[in-house]
Structures are given as C-alpha cells and as structure tokens.
C-alpha cells in the first residue's frame, strides 16, 4: 500500500474524531446560550414581579389609608362632631350615642380611636373602650400627627403614616375637627381626630387578597428575608413584606427538569451516535486498508500474470461457456501471428481443431469432471501454414457453476517435428536416408513372426575401392558416391524389399521373395551390373565395385543377428574371392563363429587373469575445462591380438552369461580407480542390456559400493534403450531400485532407439546422452542442429542434465554451447585415458585451481 493512502486513512478516522468533538462543543455552547438566556428572563420576570408586588403593596397601603382618610373625614368634618368634641368632649354623644364610638373598632376594625389637642389626647377610645390613657402613652408621634393633621387642613386633606402603637406598627389617619360648612381656616387651634389601626394580619391577609399579594405581613425593619417583597413603612421602623412570586425561577424550576433529561437524553445519543460513527469509521479504514491492501495484492497478481504471460512462451486464452474466446494474451500475436481482436468473441473450436477427440466435447467432460487435461491440436497461422500445438485447460468455475474455460496453448510444432525427424533418424541413415540396423530389425523380426516364417534372403553388400574415392576426392565425393548407390540400389529392388546402410560403405539388402539359388544369382549379377555403372561425381567419373554375402533363411534360419552375421561370413568369403562377387553362406563358412568361439572363452579365463583393462573418457562442462565425470571404458588385453577394443569382445560377452562376470568387474575397478583421483567427480559405467536380463543388477551394484567404499552419489550407470526393450515393468523397477541406493542414471545413446520421448517421462533419468551421429552431424546438416536443440529443450525441460558425446571439432562445441548443452565428451576434449593419465590431468587442474 502506498503511504498517501495509508496518511489518508489514519486521517478518516481522526477527522471523525474531531468533527465529533467540534460538533459536541458546539451543541455545548448553544446549550449554554440557551441556559444563559433562560436565566437571563426568569432573573428579568423576577425583577418585574418585584417591581410589580410592590407596587401592588403600596398601591393596596395608599388605598388602605386613602379609605381611612374618606372614612375619617366622614366623621372629622362634621358639624355635630365639631360642637360635641371640637371644644369640650361630649362623651355621652361620642361614645355613648356611638357617634365616634365602639362601632368604629367593632365594625371598621380602629384599634384607637382619639381625639388630640394641643395640651394632650382628650378623648381616647382603645379596643371599643373608652379609655383613660392618652395616644402618647402607646405612641411616641402623638405630636407629629397632630402638626400633620392641621398642615393637611389647610388643604381640607386628611394626614396618614406609620406608627408604633402598643408595640406593633400601625397605620393612622388624622383630620382637623371641623364643621362642614366652615370656611377653610377654622378659627383658632382646634382638635384633631385621629384613626390607628394596627397592620395585624386580620387586616393585612384580607388586603393582600385584594391587591393580589399573598402572605401579606409586618416584619421588623431588619428581618428582612430573601424571597419576599418588602416596603418600608415610613416611620414605623417596621416594613411590610409579602410573598415575592417568582416567576423566572419558576420558569426555570418547570423547564429544567425536563430540559435535563432532554439534555441528558441528547448527549447521550450523540455519545451513541460518536460511538457509533467512531466504530463505522473505524470499520471504514479497516476495510478500505483491506481493499488497498487486496488492491494492491491484485495488482501484483495482474502484473505477475502479465509478465507470466509475456514471458510465457505459450499464449493464454479464456472462453465463456459457450467457448467464445473472451481473453488471449499477446503472446498470441507473437506466436500465431493474428491479431487478438480478430478472434475475441469467435469460438475456440474455430482456431482449434483436434483430430483424435471433439475439442467442444473434451472441455465440457473436462468441466464436468472438474478437472485439467490436455489435448493436442492443430490450427493455422496467419500465413495459413498449419501448426500443431498442445493446449492445456480447466474450467472456470463460479459458486459451482461452469462459467467458462481458461488454459495455455503451447505451440509444439517444432517439438512434434523433431520427435518425428528423431523417430526417423533413429531408424534411418542420415546420409541416404536408407533404414539403418534398427529398422532392419524390425523388418526382419517383422518378416520373420512364428512358425510359418516366409522366406526371405539377406545380402550383405561391402564397395570395392570407395575408400581410394574417399581418400582421394574426400568425404563429400565419398557420401555422393554412397548416395548413388543407394539410388541404385533401389532402383534393382522392389517395394517390398529392404534396402538398408549399416554405415560406411557396407549395405544390406533383404529380398522378401528371393525365389531360389539361381534367383538369387541373377539378382546379384544384376546389382554388381547396376553399382558398376559409372557415377559422375564433382566433374569426375568414378567407378565403384560391389562384394555380396547372401544367406537365404530357406537354408539357415535363425535370429536376425545370426542371419546378418552369416550374410557377413559370406560377405567376408566373397572379399576373398575377388571383388565384383557374391557367396552364398554355408556352414564350411563359418570359421569366423569358430574365432569368436575360441574368444569368448578366451576371455571367460581372461578376466580372471587380469587382462581387461579400463581406459577412461573425461567428460567436461560444456567450458571444456571443468571435469564432470569420467567414463569407464574397457579394452582386453589379448595376449594373442593385443589391445582390443569393447566392440571386439562385448557382443560376444553378452551372448552368454559371460558378459555379467565382465560387468562386476568393471563396477568394482571403476569405483576402485575412481576412489583414488584426486577431484571427486562421477564415475560412469556402461551397463549392457544383457546384465540387467542376466543377473540382479541392483545387488551387483550394492556389493560393488560396499566393497569399494565409493559413495553411491559419484556412480553413474548408462544404460542405452535396449535395456527397456527386452522388460519395461521390470526395467523400470530395476531403475527405481538403483535409484533408491543413490546412483545416477544416465540414458546412453539417446536418439538411436525407437521411441526415446516416451521412456524419457517414463523412466527416473538424470541426464541424457546424445547419440554422437546427432552431433558429429553438427555443422553440416541443419536438421541434425534442430534434433539436437530439441533434445537439450526436452533434457531442459524435464530437468535432466544433457550430455553430447562424440564431439570432435571445435566447430561442434561452438555449437553445442551456444545451444546450452550442459556437459560435453568426445575426441577434441579428450581421447580415453589410462588411469594414470587421466589422475595425472585431474592433478594438474587442481594444481592450476589453487
Ligand atoms: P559408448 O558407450 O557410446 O562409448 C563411447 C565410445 O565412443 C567409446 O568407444 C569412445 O572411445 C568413443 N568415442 C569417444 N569420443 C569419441 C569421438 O569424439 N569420436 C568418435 N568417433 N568416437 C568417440 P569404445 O571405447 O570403443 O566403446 C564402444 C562401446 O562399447 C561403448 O559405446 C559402450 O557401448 C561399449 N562399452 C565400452 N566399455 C564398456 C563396458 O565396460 N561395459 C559395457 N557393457 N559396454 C562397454
Ligand atoms: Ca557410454
Ligand atoms: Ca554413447
């Protein structure tokens, strides 16, 4: 994942964070706000009331005294109270006639009611009694009033206020005494009435009703107390005081309940809702750093098919169900030469056709199946050249349905050619493309099947003087020479007949109806006409002879080795008689069996005696420097014939049980030798197919190891394809087995059998040999080079070590290395060595090493 994309996401989960914080303290401050100002109006509706209550109270006080004064004056300004109490009070008319008497304290509730002069309080009446003491005994403003009342006369006004009276404070109201209809100004000082009535809560309870003011009462100056309204009473040192209402905190006490739990109720879903958004924003990052991480895991994966796919030397297709091709990689173009787009969308089974199986058919069975397989097929290339390829397929599957299929197309026309060209080489002479010794094998095993063998003739046929040609006019001469004669000799057969080159000059011919003896001569004679033909060669006109050795199988039967050998024995007595010839094989012949005879046991009491002897071939890295292995190679010791070569003495070991005897022994003198040389590189033995058919080969091998001490890792056995001829289940186990005790196994001769390809997957090889007529015809014939890098691809491919043997030029080597043979062998690196040789060539690359 990127670094912005993982910045960006650690800031999603933050920015969430934040915008939460923001957003709570956001609502916090309106929150706030609204808490402010709602305290601000119930501070301002409290306020209001407190104005509004007292106004209530001194509105409700003035009228108290404002009715007082209405009543008083009732009384006041009166004529009658004027004669009766202006001058001398006249009780009996006061009080006792009730004219200012009783009833004012019975019905209108006056605590005191008195009559006031300048020398005192002169008629006094306290609770509805008349009384004795004056107003100045209850109250310290009898005089106060009194100027009050005559001040306000002047007015025709009555005076009130306050006062103490008998302890408890009280209003008054106080007017002159006068007659109603007297003028303004009364003559002289004259009596003042006044009214008290004490603010008990008789009086004020039912006046505070009236002005709307509850708990209307009267309240020392200081004990004020929070929560009510007060009003000085002027004079009295007392105040009144109420119950203040108080809206606001009213307001405040209904509304914040509620608004609490609204609150609570709010922060507690933006605590759910952060909560929530915080867990979703977190699943957010969780799951997009998921998508970048699966993203970017895509993304690799896309470009790691790419480049598979690029790099590929196949192209990749894709088809829906109904095998549209919906995808092919661009190695398409590359390798079929069509453009993509010209076959996006058209079916598979349009580009591909498949002679053996139904293409459509193979992939549905395959999705059925829901497995993978491959299938050959062939299709054509933009040049309309048809090319064969091996495609490998499964299908596609969705929720377990098939949806499609998708695999890789390997075009392996090359491949199959070569294989061909190998299967074809392996039964064919390079140079005439006659069949060589295998094929004429099989022709003869053929021929020749159970009892009623048809009769068939053998000639072996040998040139007389091609090797001056050869010699003289040089190789390709010679090969042109070898050409003719096959041309010919075709020319005197028929289809039926075998014409085949066993190598050099020497033919063989193999007449499937060759009639009798007198038949069989005048075929001869009509060969020896036919070769003796002059042959223009390079401007020259050469002339060749021919030898013949005829076995008819009317007259010996046997394998067709034995015939091929007859024929030879004969061939040998026609060379002995003059060229231009032909024998027919007879038993007197065969002193050459004899010889063999006599060498075969000769070397059955050789080994013993110590006369074989291995040589040893190098076999290097493709460098040319480095050694690899070193191959065993035997050669006898005769003490008749001198050194003879393996192929002198081999055949005739494997014919009979003689050639298991010489295989322990080359087993045991190889490890032995190889122990003693100074690299550590691999030992190689031949192993002949007659061992594995003759003894345990597995316990051979074992007993050798044990006995040497060689490591089994450092032996390698070559075995050639025959071995697998003769029993494959069995060759195969056998194989296995020496692979388990950790021996490598090397495929000698590869290319030269019948169906190399096939054992190859078959077989548990490490490495493979080609054959040295592969690559001695390296440089002079292209198909031989392509066999040759089909061979190193397939060796390549299976992960096997591949060897080329017989290298005699530089020219070869070049070659081979720019193929990417691995390891190489032959003449130009080194001939066979004796032991000693080849130690003292591994010592000195030591030496040079350090
Ligand atoms: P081979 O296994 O194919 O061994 C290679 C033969 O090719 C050897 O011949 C070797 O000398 C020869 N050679 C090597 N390099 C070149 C080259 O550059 N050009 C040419 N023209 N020939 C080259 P040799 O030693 O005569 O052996 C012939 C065959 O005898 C061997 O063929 C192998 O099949 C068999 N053989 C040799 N030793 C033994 C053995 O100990 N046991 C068995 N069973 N067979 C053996
Ligand atoms: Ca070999
Ligand atoms: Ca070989």
């Given at each position: ?52 209550s ?5 509105s ?33 008319w ?19 009611v ?9 008629y ?21 009033i009194l ?42 000082p ?46 009295s040192?007392?105040a009144l ?40 924003s ?12 699966s ?73 059925a ?6 299938l ?11 090319r ?7 299908a ?14 390997s ?9 061909a ?24 095993e ?5 009892a009623?063998?048809p ?51 020497e ?105 074989l002897?291995?040589h ?93 001490g ?23 186990h ?24 096939g ?19 390296l ?16 060796g ?14 530089a020219?070869?080597l ?17 001939k066979p ?18």
């Amino acid at each position: 994942m990127d670094v912005s994309a993982d910045n960006e996401m650690s800031t999603r989960s933050h920015v969430v964070g934040q915008l939460i914080v923001v957003f709570s303290l956001i609502l916090l401050l309106a929150l706030l706000l609204g808490l402010f100002s709602l305290y601000r109006l119930a501070e301002a509706l409290d306020a209001r009331q407190v104005e509004q209550s007292r106004f209530y109270a001194e509105s409700a006080m003035a009228q108290l005294q404002k009715n007082d004064k209405t009543f008083l004056l009732t009384h006041a300004n009166w004529q009658a109270a004027y004669d009766h109490l202006g001058g001398q009070v006249d009780t009996q008319w006061a009080y006792d006639e009730d004219n200012v008497g009783a009833t004012l304290y019975t019905s209108d509730g006056y605590d005191g009611v008195y009559v006031l002069d300048d020398d005192g309080t002169r008629y006094a009446i306290l609770d509805g009694k008349l009384s004795q003491q004056g107003l100045e005994r209850h109250t310290a403003s009898a005089g106060k009033i009194l100027q009050e009342a005559r001040q306000a006369a002047q007015h025709e006004q009555a005076s009130s206020g306050y006062l103490v009276f008998r302890g408890q404070p009280a209003v008054y109201v106080a007017a002159l005494i006068r007659p109603q209809t007297q003028p303004a100004q009364p003559p002289g000082p004259t009596a003042v009435m006044v009214f008290i009535r004490v603010l008990s809560p008789e009086v004020l309870l039912p006046l505070g009703q009236s002005a709307g003011l509850s708990g209307l009462a009267v309240v020392d100056s200081a004990d004020q107390r929070h929560g009510r309204g007060a009003l000085p009473l002027e004079g009295s040192g007392h105040a009144l005081t109420w119950d203040l209402p108080q809206p606001g905190t009213e307001l405040i006490q209904t509304v914040i309940a509620p608004l609490a739990i609204a609150v609570l109720l709010i922060a507690l879903s933006m605590a759910l809702f952060a909560r929530y958004a915080i867990r979703a924003s977190t699943r957010i990052d969780r799951s997009h750093r998921a998508l970048m991480t699966s993203r970017a895991a895509l993304q690799s994966s896309e470009e790691r098919f790419k480049a598979v796919a690029e790099a590929a030397s196949d192209w990749i297709w894709e088809t829906d169900v109904l095998l549209r091709l919906t995808y092919l990689s661009d190695r398409f173009t590359e390798l079929t030469g069509h453009p993509v787009e010209a076959w996006r969308q058209r079916s598979i089974t349009e580009l591909l056709s498949c002679d053996t199986n139904n293409l459509r058919t193979c992939l549905h069975s395959l999705a059925a199946a829901g497995s993978s397989g491959t299938l050959r097929c062939q299709y054509q290339d933009h040049l309309g050249q048809q090319r064969i390829c091996r495609i490998a397929s499964r299908a596609i599957v969705a929720e377990g349905v098939c949806t499609g299929f998708r695999g890789t197309c390997s075009d392996i026309t090359d491949e199959v050619a070569a294989h061909a060209q190998i299967q074809h080489l392996s039964l064919h002479d390079a140079l005439t493309g006659l069949p060589n010794r295998n094929k004429l094998f099989r022709f003869l095993e053929q021929s020749a099947p159970g009892a009623e063998q048809p009769q068939v003739a053998l000639l072996m046929l040998d040139l007389d003087n091609f090797k001056p040609i050869n010699d003289s006019l040089g190789h390709p001469a010679g090969d042109a020479v070898l050409l003719e004669v096959a041309i010919r000799l075709g020319q005197v057969t028929r289809d039926s007949d075998l014409v085949a080159r066993l190598g050099g000059d020497e033919f063989i011919v193999v007449l499937t109806r060759p009639g009798d003896h007198a038949d069989m001569d005048r075929f001869c004679t009509r060969v020896i006409e036919a070769i003796k033909r002059p042959i223009q060669v390079e401007g020259h006109v050469v002339q060749v002879g021919v030898s013949l050795g005829v076995v008819l199988s009317a007259d010996y039967s046997g394998t067709p080795s034995d015939l091929i050998r007859h024929a030879d024995v004969a061939l040998y007595s026609a060379k002995q008689a003059g060229k231009n010839t032909w024998r027919f094989f007879s038993a007197q012949m065969n002193a050459a069996l004899m010889e063999k005879r006599v060498l075969e046991s000769e070397l059955r009491e050789g080994i013993p005696r110590g006369e074989l002897v291995l040589h040893f071939q190098p076999r290097f890295k493709v460098d040319g420097v480095s050694i690899a292995s070193a191959e065993a190679l035997v050669r006898w010791k005769h003490p008749r014939l001198g050194l003879l070569r393996p192929d002198r003495f081999i055949p005739l070991a494997e014919e009979s049980d003689l050639i298991v005897l010489l295989g322990n022994w080359v087993l045991h003198e190889a490890c032995i030798k190889a122990r003693g040389w100074p690299q550590a590189v691999l030992v190689s033995v031949n192993m002949s197919p007659a061992q594995f058919s003759r003894s345990d080969v597995v316990r051979d091998v074992g007993d050798a190891l044990r006995a040497t001490g060689l490591p089994a890792h450092r032996l390698e056995l070559e075995i050639t394809e025959n071995v697998m001829l003769n029993d494959v289940e069995g060759a195969l186990h056998t194989m296995l087995a020496l692979k388990e005790l950790g021996v490598r196994l090397n495929m000698d001769d590869f290319g030269t059998g019948y169906s190399s390809l096939g054992y190859l997957r078959t077989y548990p090889f490490d490495s493979i040999k080609i054959d040295k007529r592969f690559v001695q015809h390296l440089g002079k014939s292209g198909s031989d080079r392509s066999v040759v890098q089909a061979i190193i691809n397939l060796g390549n491919a299976m992960g096997m070590t591949v060897t080329a043997e017989g290298v005699e030029t530089a020219e070869q080597l070049a070659l081979l290395s720019d193929d990417q043979c691995h390891e190489v062998q032959g003449f130009l690196l080194s001939k066979p060595l004796e032991n000693e040789a080849l130690v003292g060539m591994m010592k000195d690359q030591v030496a040079l090493a350090r």
